[in-house]
């Protein structure tokens, strides 16, 4: 807290906050947002054990993740939204280095080089990118003229290139999608010309046919090809669509039971406790469950914009909206592919699927959420 | 930077903000309406496709295999049962996990590159890609161990236990019950679809003997059972199951002990022997010696095993109780002397001057009878009980000659000759009874008066089974009554009626003197066999044959020196026994061992001994001289000492009855 903001502080405004306002801006927390997310975590881990084949120790494995997540959210929640801003070229400049780091020293996985080891412990610096990127877009952008001109939107499509481009390379188009989007999000709230965006669409439409032909890998091409007739190859690729499809139907409007999914216990349903878990909670749980759930994303969402909306500064409004609607992203991405509107692209479902780097990236953002939300209440607007 | 923000113009900025926000908001629920659509979709409006989807992917029905039905001998004794038998089975649908399995599945368990091409060639022919494939059959307590403890490293491997014909008589009985086998491609290809039903739980199938001829009644009926399989096929658990009916269970007129006995006599032999319980045409001993061990057939023998089996030149794959035909030689003159009485070509006592030969009128080929070359002289005055007794051909030659050959022929229909007997087992041969329509059609040449001598002593082109043999004498021994010989007399808990082929009426005198014939052949002064019946404990009859094994020249001297042990005249001999009343009628066939009366009706005469006396053999036991089986002495032995008791105790009795009268009197 700066001296200046202490300053500006409104003493006759004080006595209006209520005691748990103050609580929850003493301890940067958003409570609302908090009770949400544990919702989540509680859903997550009971579909996770029914899921992993009831595996305690998956769950166990899974909860520990949980616990550094929320660890790391009250604390990137501490962290001053303009310390953040400050800070921005460097975690910019770090992921990006990480990321180099790992098309060099990295571990390959399943014919994909995404993860990094330092020391004992194992992470994929694709997911820092996925807040270090809006986070200097977002930084890059307060500090101009907005809507921006041309040549900012230049300078920030080259700030999102970069790691785009290094993340296909591992390759990992699913997060390079997702890393991509959470840029541009920045880039269209902050006023980007609908010139612009409409010009962008034309030139991705264009784009298309030599992206299908250059620059996309066989086994991407196939998860396309895939989506659009999984029947073309029912015991390869489209197995999975096949079998997934089945599940979420099968489910029903109530589902079969907890533990009670046949697809996911019987191992038809590949990837059951990661990317695919949708498909295990709809068939146990049917369209009412996919609905609750839905539900609380939904809440999520638009608790987050409702923080951009009331962040007074342009750098956390910018941030806040950009986090909200890629979190959207990834429901919507992994549920549509998961049902098979859209081709396999490795996006798990954010806080149900099993996976700790991308929980704990997912709860890094939340913390930021959460200290743009207990920030704004201390910051006396200009307009006063 | 801070010359910039203060040109900034917040509240616009603000403005537009929320104005993004809004289009993103809308831009949200309009993709946020897809995704629930597309669910409602699936899980609503298609709910039903892909929950049977899901039930098909989940349940699979499986064929429960029934219990093959049991085989027992008229005592209860177990002739076929079924045993457990490990088979290991390989899941795969992925040809490099395949071949991963199978390297580890080498270092663990025997496999054979024949082994393989059999999988690949059943992994072929597999309805379904997760069907299991059998990869090796039999697996010892150990190989299960072996695969068991590695288990986690081999997906899609299982060990089934499926049960399995076992013969613990092993070649015992190889002939009569035969084997079950793997059902072949050519069976399968030959079913109708309710068989492929019957069978689809099923993986053997009848091949040969009962087992394959009352295959209907011993496979049962087959169940099935509704089961949760994972992706891998491995089944979870039962969900519901129609139990399968076990088959029948067949009860047999055989006689394991007899068959034993029947076997040890005829160790270190070649040849068949028949026994026939003369009231019901029931089987109770058959045996074609050497034989083999069924149990080698029933997973699958193996290669050199088969050939070890089928080039043994004492050929033991060969059936010669039902497939070997002979001429019958001299043991169809009772049959022959039979016929001149009934159609009145002779009568009892009518009797003719042998001289040791024979030559038909107008014909200057002489035909000499056997004694002929032994003692240069002929048989003297033989009437028809004395030319049986003593097997002279001359009354026979003439008796035949003067009767013909259609009588002959069509008198032979009375015992069954030429004829198939109806035993139920499968692969019969008929032999042959020749008749003038016979040769022309098999030879296309006309009937000879030679041809009529050559019969009337059953050589010539006179060919029959020991089976027949069999069948001829049990008929003579019922006085013209001719059963189908059957080896099952009950299947499950229903006895099967004994069938009655034919029946020949004729005078009981006619039977007598027949009777009388064959009892002097084992007990008369003269009788070719005599000396079989020492010690005898009850009267037989009998009669001995001679088969040639290769025709021997006009004039030629027979030498069995000089001919190769393999061309000897084959020693045939028929019998029953108590000739009073018969119960049983036995036919022997000893190939190359020349005497009938002294090599072939021992055998005949240990198998009356056994079922008549209980004097059964062990299979490797030692076989007695005739007369002295160990049994009949212990039961000499036992008669005598129970003799001795019985006067002992009738001594004591009145003994005690003389001092209790003396008491009384000293009382009084």
Known sequence: MSRQDFLRRMPEAASAFSRRARLAERLHIDFFLLALLM??????????????GHNLLSVEKQATFFAIAYVTMFTVAQIPVDFMRRMAPFAYVGGVILLVAVTIFGNVAMGAQRWLQIGGFRFQPSEIMK????????????????????????????????????????????????????????????????????????????????????????????????????????????????????????????????????????????EGHTDFIIAVMSEEFGLLGVLLLLTIYAMVIIRGLMIAVNSQNTFGRLLAASISSTFFVYVFVNMGMVSGMLPVVGVPLPLISQGGTAIVALFAGFGILMAISTEKKRVMTPQG | MQEEQQFKDYQREAKLFRNRILVMAGFMLILASTVVYRYYDLQIVNHEEYATQSERNRV?????????????????????????????????????????????????????????????????????ALDPVPLRYRLTEEEIARVAV???????????????????????????????GRISEKEVGAFTPEQVQRYSGTHSIGKNGIERSYEDVLLGQVGSQNVETNARGRVMRVLDRIDPKQGSDLHLYLDARLQETATAVMRGRRGAVVAIDVKTGGVLAAVSYPSFDPNLFVTGISVPNYRALNQDIDTPLFNRFLQAQYPPGSTVKPVMGLAGLYHGFTDVNRAIADRGFYTLPGSSRIYRDWILAKTGGGHGMVNLKSAIAESCNTYFWDLGVRMGIDHMSKFGSHFGLGMLTGIDIPSERKGVWPSREWKRGAKGQAWYPGDTVNMSVGQGFVLMTPIQLAVMTATIANRGVRYRPQFVRQIGDQPLAPIVESQLETKSEYWDAIYEGMAEVMHGARGTARRVSERAEYRMAGKSGTAQAVGIAQNAKYNSALLKERHRDHALFIAFAPVEAPQIAVAVMLENAEGGSSQAAPVARAMMDAHLLGYYLGQDEFVPPLGFHPAAIIKRANNYIAERKAAREAQAAAQSSASVSSAAAVGN
Do not use: C
């Open chain 1, 39 to 52: 919702a989540l975590t509680v859903i997550g881990l009971l579909v996770l054990y029914s899921a992993s």
């Open chain 1, 131 to 270: 807040l270090a990127l809006p986070i200097a877009i977002a930084a890059y952008l307060s500090g101009r003229f907005l809507p921006p001109r041309f040549k900012h939107v230049v300078a920030v499509l080259g700030l999102i290139g970069v790691p785009t481009a290094l993340i296909i390379e591992q390759p990992d188009l699913g997060t390079s999608i997702l890393v991509a989007t959470s840029g541009i999000m920045v880039l269209f709230f902050s006023g980007l010309l609908w010139r612009y965006i409409a010009a962008a669409v034309v030139i991705f439409l264009a784009s298309l046919w030599p992206i299908w032909h250059f620059m996309m890998h066989d086994y991407q091409r196939q998860r396309v090809l895939t989506m659009l007739d999984p029947t073309q190859d029912p015991l390869g690729t489209g197995w999975n669509i096949i079998q997934s499809k089945t599940a979420i139907g099968s489910g029903g409007l109530s589902g079969k039971g907890w533990m009670e999914g046949t697809q996911s216990r019987l191992d038809f349903l590949p």
């Open chain 2, 60 to 128: 699979h029905v499986q064929p429960v295999p029934p219990t093959r039905g049991l085989i027992f001998d008229r005592n209860g004794e177990l002739l076929a049962d079924n045993k457990p038998s490990f088979t290991l089975y390989v899941i795969s649908n992925n040809q490099a996990e395949l071949d991963i399995t199978l390297d580890l599945l080498k270092t663990l368990i025997d496999i054979t590159p024949v082994d393989l091409e059999k999988f690949y060639k059943a992994k072929k022919q597999r309805r379904h």
């Open chain 2, 150 to 180: 590695n288990q986690h490293l081999l997906e899609g491997v299982e060990v089934n236990a499926e049960l399995v014909r076992n013969y613990p008589y092993r070649d015992l009985f190889a002939h009569v019950i035969g084997y079950t």
